[in-house]
C-alpha cells in the first residue's frame, strides 16, 4: 500500500499541478498523511533544478500551515466536554499511523523539558511531525514558540533536499526508486528509533 501511495505522489510531478500538490501533500502530511512531502519535492526540484529553491520554500509553508491546523485540532478539538478523548481523536488512535494514548502521554513529559527542541526534532527528522503537531495543541505548548521551532525545523529539513538535488540531480531519484524497499525499512526503523528515543528521553 505505501508503495501504491509514494508512485501516485511521484506521478503528480508529472502534472501542471506539481507545485498545488506539493503544496497539498506537506499541509496534510502534518496532520494526518504517512507519506512525507519530501517525495514530491524530489521529483519536482529533480524535473527543475532552478526551480529547487521555490518548491522547497512551497513546502515549507503547505507543512507549517498544516502544522498549525494540526495545532488547532489538538487545542480546540481534542477533548469532548466532559474531558474525555474526543470523537475525532479517538478517530486518530485507531486510523491513523503514529497515534495513540501512550505516545502522547509520553511526549506530555517531553514538553515540560524541551518544548522548542521536542517540536525542532520532529519537524527535522523522521519522528513523526503530525503527532508534534497536534500534541503540541493539546498540552497548550505556547504557540508563537510553536510556529517558530516549525519553521527552523521544517526549513531546515526541506532546504536541506532541495540543495543537495540542486548539487546531485537526478542521481537522487535513480537511487531513491531503484532502493525503495530498504530505504522504507530503514526509514521504518528510523522512526521506531525517533518513538524509542522519545521514550527514553522522558524517563
Known sequence: MIRRLYDWVLSLAETRYGAWALFALAFAESSFFPIPPDVLLIALCVGALTKSYRFALICTLGSLIGGIVGYGIGYWLWHAPGGEASALAQFFFDHVPGFSEH????????????????VFTAGFTPIPYKVITISA?????????????????????????????????????????????????????????GFWLIKVVAH
Open 137 to 193: 495543541g493539546v498540552f497548550h505548548v505556547p504557540f508563537p514558540m510553536f510556529v517558530l521551532a516549525s519553521l527552523v525545523g521544517r526549513a531546515g529539513r526541506f532546504f536541506l533536499v532541495a540543495a543537495l538535488l540542486h548539487r546531485y540531480g537526478a542521481g537522487i531519484t535513480r537511487f531513491i526508486d531503484r532502493w525503495f524497499n530498504l530505504l522504507a525499512v530503514g526509514f521504518t526503523v528510523l522512526l521506531l528509533l
Open 103 to 118: 505516545k502522547f502521554e509520553t511526549v506530555r513529559g517531553l514538553y515540560e523539558q524541551y518544548n522548542f527542541w521536542i
